[in-house]
């Protein structure tokens, strides 16, 4: 059997975005793997770390036994402590180390979904013990990886694949989470519409409509009289809901109209990764 249908996406998003990665590091001098990324805490070898640690766990490895040292300050909850171990345990890894490493991952990665067979909706392990349905897995992992080359793209001076396959998936995974930061987490008044334009590599137009019980909806038809509209580029986008920037940093970038304790508040809560 191979890899179902709507499996295929996530699965070439995560080649794309693999793939990539190793290309960036392969001419990469030891000095520049400490080179510091948009992700909080984390340097280009941290960050290679968690994506070889992700990929092992994909993969049903152990997880690494490993006591965490107690002067992390970018490690703040249990979740951000789960993904540390991974990338602790590596942080005296060469460079050469961390490459073979990489390499001998993305074999076994691709050797495991060349015969995948499994249906979308079985059930596989996700971080903290946590459950989940393949699909739900791998369509977070493509996020991920490609979410961690841009980091690798922007300490390392290389911009690129901001329109890939796996730009299209953060795309999507961004989109749906859109909802609860403007009618949940925003607090955006009942019966009202916020707009949200998106221009660049990825492009899109979209309204979260908030009804009368407060809950959000996300529309691809536009709004008329919206609350209020944001519009900004695709990379801003991005940077903004994976919590690489301040909204301070970029504000020149941004162009707000309507309620604008509104657009404030949707910003505030705009990150939207852990």
Known sequence: MSLHPTLQPYADAWTHSIEAISELLQPLPEA?????????????????????????????????????????????????RYMEMQVDVRRHHTAPEMTSELEYVIIRRNRQLRNESRDPGTKVRGPLGSELALEESMRRHAFDVWVHEQDLRTALGRPGNLDSPGALVARDVLL??????????????????????????????????VDIQGRGTLETAPALGPAATLTLDWETYVRLACGRVSVESVSDRLKTEGDPDLTAAILNHFTVTQ
Do not use: K
Not at 38 to 62: A, Q
Not at 176 to 205: K, M, T
């Open 32 to 80: 520049e793997w400490n080179r510091r990324t948009p992700c909080p805490g984390w340097s280009v070898r941290d960050v290679v770390s968690h994506v070889i640690g992700l990929d092992c766990e994909m993969l049903g490895d152990p997880r690494p036994i490993h006591s965490l040292p107690r002067d992390l300050f970018h490690v703040t909850n249990e979740h951000q």
């Open 176 to 209: 749906g989470e859109l909802p609860r930061v403007v009618a949940e987490d925003a607090q955006a008044p009942r019966s009202s519409a916020i707009v949200f334009d998106v221009h660049g590599p990825v492009e899109f137009l979209r309204t979260i409509r």
